[in-house]
């Protein structure tokens, strides 16, 4: 499938804008209708909630963002559009109608989404011209973040259109789960519904309140199902015999009355009840206060699965690999006079890189340097193919210079000299200087050496990536050691002062 560069939404709700958020961080362009005048006011604050979750969610290169346009008109926000992704309001002769629409003014190649929770797809799409490229993307709020999105056909709906739907999803970092059935409320939905169902009888019966409730999952199961989902850990309970033993142990509790089946009347006294419970669990915070601490809490939970290249976490770290091996691809010899320091990596110090006094921390220094190595070695040919193939540079010395402080947002570039390099070997030597002022804040000489990965030892490098690293070193050799190159650090003694007064 080619790249996609222009997508269309319609409907700029809660899910709405939150895709519009994730499409614009990954670079797409993105043309939103909604009639709603509010609608881009909620695309900003997805917009700034997102920049502000992907700052602390990945330390990968950021590509440049797509641009947002809110469009008067549904055939503007068509106009030239890869992909259409539709999040109008639950209701299906809203659907219907919107998707009709949208079919009729849309070439019959482009894949048209719906994000409903839970209409059947077959039923959205009878009256579309084309209906085989219908179908439903169902993701989870807030779409930016959550990785998941639910995939499913309709009657008329083609694999190919499931299949493409996917690789867009999948582009922007997501995990598209497509089901081969269709029915209503899908697969995750219907798992949800079935926990709301019984956490609104344990308020109606007067057994827990909305937050012992909430407790009860967040302290408890939600953390398990993170990790493994359902089956998985119902296995683990099961112990060395497995799902077998689960089931004959526990299978005869279903038959005891725990739970309900459907769900409560929703009278005016317990939708008073829940309201006034819900009041007091938010204790004063705003909906923002809450999106912020949500989010927060996902990206450290991502960030731990994503250290056991596990569920949620392996989607992010395949989606940093992505995000690495994009950075740089375009740049060529040609892109850059090789014979002056590349300036490979830009940055921004993020509010969490500062100490008590808003000033970057020394490990984030290291990290701004260790990206910088990052982005020579990828401009070098040491792409995410390369890396799979067993082969790589590991930094073996360091030595940092901190020269100036830099204060939490400021702007900080990196540029980079190719000192020396050899088979095997690599020596580097960055200055960070301010973005603006472009006062030098720190120098960092770095020596690097190249690893076969598996086999735990040192190679020679292949030889096209030696020839490019060569290539550099030659054109570079004009500028001389650094100055501060080949420095360690020293403390003159007494008797050294003695002789040496200066």
């Known amino acids: 499938m080619s790249e996609i560069e222009r997508i269309a939404l319609i409907g700029a709700g809660v899910i709405g804008a939150g895709w519009a958020a994730r499409f614009a961080i990954n670079g797409i362009d993105v043309a939103t209708y909604d009639p709603d005048p509010r609608a881009a006011e909620r695309v900003n604050e997805a917009l700034e909630n997102a920049r502000r979750a992907y700052a602390r969610l990945t330390l990968a290169p950021p590509v440049p963002p797509g ?31 919107l998707l009709a629409e949208v079919s009729r003014a849309t070439d019959p190649g482009i894949v048209v989404a719906s994000s409903t929770s839970g209409l059947l797809p077959s039923e959205l799409q009878a009256d579309c011209a084309a209906p085989d490229r ?17 995939v499913v056909g309709g009657q008329a709906t083609s ?16 995990h598209p789960l497509v089901l081969d059935t269709e029915i209503d409320a899908f697969v995750a939905d219907r798992l949800l519904e079935a926990v709301w169902r019984e956490a609104l009888h344990l308020i109606d019966d007067g057994v827990a309140t909305a937050d012992e409730i909430d407790q009860a999952i967040a302290y408890g199961p939600g953390l398990r199902w993170s990790v493994m989902g ?31 089946l459907k769900g409560p009347a929703l009278t005016d006294e317990l939708i008073e009840r829940i309201v006034t419970q819900s009041d007091a669990q938010a204790a004063g915070r705003t909906a923002r206060d809450l999106e912020r601490l949500r989010d927060d809490c996902l990206v450290s939970v991502m960030q731990g699965l994503r250290a056991r290249n596990h569920g949620a976490g392996a989607v992010l770290r395949d989606y940093e690999a992505r995000l690495f091996s994009r950075a740089h691809r375009a740049s060529r010899p040609i892109d850059h006079d090789l014979s002056r320091p590349l300036r490979l990596h ?61 204060a939490g947002e400021e702007p900080i570039a990196v540029s980079t000299q190719v000192l020396d390099c050899d088979e095997k070997r690599l020596r580097l030597f960055h200055r960070m200087s301010h973005g603006e002022t472009h006062v030098e804040l720190a120098t960092a000489e ?31 050799a004009g500028l001389g050691m650094p100055e501060a190159a080949g420095r360690g650090i020293a403390m003159p003694t007494a008797s050294d002062l003695r002789s040496d007064p200066r």
Not at 68 to 94: H, N
Not at 135 to 150: A, R, S
Not at 159 to 174: F, H, L, P
Request: proline share 5%; hydrophobic share 45%; with cysteine.
């Open 67 to 97: 641009r947002i346009t809110i469009a008067d008109e549904i055939a503007e926000a068509l106009d030239g559009a890869d992909f259409v992704q539709e999040s109008a309001p639950e209701r299906v002769e809203i659907k219907r109608a």
């Open 134 to 150: 219908i179908c439903v993307g169902h993701p989870f709020n807030p779409v930016y973040l959550l990785p998941l999105v639910e």
């Open 159 to 174: 694999g190919d259109a499931k299949a493409r739907a996917a690789a867009v999803y999948r582009s922007v970092g997501m």
């Open 230 to 260: 359902t089956f998985l850990i119902c296995r683990l309970a099961g112990g060395d015999a497995g799902m077998r033993h689960f089931l004959e142990q526990f299978g005869p509790a279903l038959d005891l009355p725990w739970t309900h």
């Open 346 to 406: 830009t940055a921004r110090v993020a509010p969490d890189w500062t100490d008590f006094n808003n000033h970057m921390t020394e490990s984030r220094y290291l990290q701004v340097f260790g990206d910088a190595t990052d982005a020579l070695l990828r401009f070098a040919g040491v792409d995410s193919d390369y890396l799979a193939a067993g082969h790589s540079y590991y930094t073996v010395e360091t030595h940092i210079r901190h020269l100036h402080e830099v």
């Open 446 to 476: 770095h020596m690097l050496l190249h690893v076969d990965t598996a086999a735990g030892r040192t190679v020679p490098a292949a030889p096209e990536v030696l020839t490019r690293l060569r290539e550099i070193t030659d054109a570079q």
